[in-house]
């Protein structure tokens, strides 16, 4: 697609169709792993769900249970990633997760990397929040949420996380959304432990959707999110003795190393369009941005317009509260 100078208002229009048509056609190379392969169900009985070329799966929940699958190896880094087609209509107060975590291990000083979807009323989008725990830093919270430029319901997108020893990056479709660089003074809250990777699906109607005012309807249901392109590019391992089974040379072949120049460009355009909440800017839980925040002042003066309260640390009129999360992980804003 090429564009010509036809007035601002066509350049912001191309500059987004560039933005979205150079997403949708990028797909990492890494080899994808049939479900059989590299993976075990959690919990939900017949509501998972495998597809007969073993590579597709869906998970739904209903008024019995939700349900939810993990890899059969822990992982000490890597690149890990799903195509995945959420459920449509009505899905106030159901959650869709993707993600890393070792709380079966490590019950009070666990790690985790999150994907969350969170359901809306009929008529309002999917939102998506990121967030990160080190060895139990739940209080800290490092939360971001957003907004998509797709209907996630409509077709398969993917959804990638990689983890290194020095950085953690989220990506859809191939756009870093987000970066988290681990910095001396996080210490032990940049996680570093062995962790599973997790996909569920569950009812979080206390919580999920304007912080628990409206919840799963299951006339609606079942509610059912399709999992493909299942990808675990890591270093796997030894459950018992905790040490890596693998040749760090050769797992690290081919995962990336880092967001490349044009990925940046197209993340900074990602987050001035499209983040409407991120911890870094939250004044009113932190006085002063944890360490590893990098400010951007458009980003800054953009939330805070957008709500004064939260990112300018002014009073508060209209009773917004903080929610935590009875089932997940992930302390959450009513935004």
Known sequence: ME???????????????????GSQTQRTSLPIISFDEGYTQLFGDDNLVMYRDGKRVHLSLDERTGSGFVSQDLY????????????????????VAFYMSNGDIFE?????????????????????????YG??????????????????????????????????????????????KRTESMGADFPSKPMSLYATIWDGSDWATNGGKYRVNYKYAPYVAEFSDLVLHGCAVDPVEQLPRCDNTDSSQAIPTGATPVQ???????????????????????????????????????LKSYDPVTFGGGRRHHGKRHHRSRSSHAEVISI
């Open 3 to 21: 564009c010509s100078y036809l007035g601002p208002c066509f350049l912001l229009i191309c500059s987004l169709a560039l933005f979205v048509s």
């Open 76 to 95: 000490l880094h890597g690149y890990f990633s799903a195509s995945i087609k959420l459920p449509a209509d009505y899905t106030a107060g159901v959650v």
């Open 108 to 132: 009070k000083n666990h790690d985790e990397i999150d994907f969350e979807f969170l359901g809306n009323i009929r008529g309002k989008d999917w939102r998506i929040q990121t967030n990160i």
């Open 135 to 180: 060895n139990g830093s739940t209080s800290a919270g490092r939360e971001e949420r957003y907004s998509l430029w797709f209907d996630p319901s409509d077709d398969f997108h993917q959804y990638s996380i990689l983890w290194t020893n020095s950085q953690i990056i989220f990506y859809v479709d191939n756009i870093p959304i987000r970066e988290v």
């Open 264 to 302: 940046r460009i197209k993340m900074e355009s990602f987050r001035a369009k499209f983040m409407t909440y991120s911890y870094c800017y939250d004044r009113v839980r932190y006085r002063a941005p944890l360490s590893e925040c990098v400010i951007n002042t458009k980003e800054a003066d953009r």
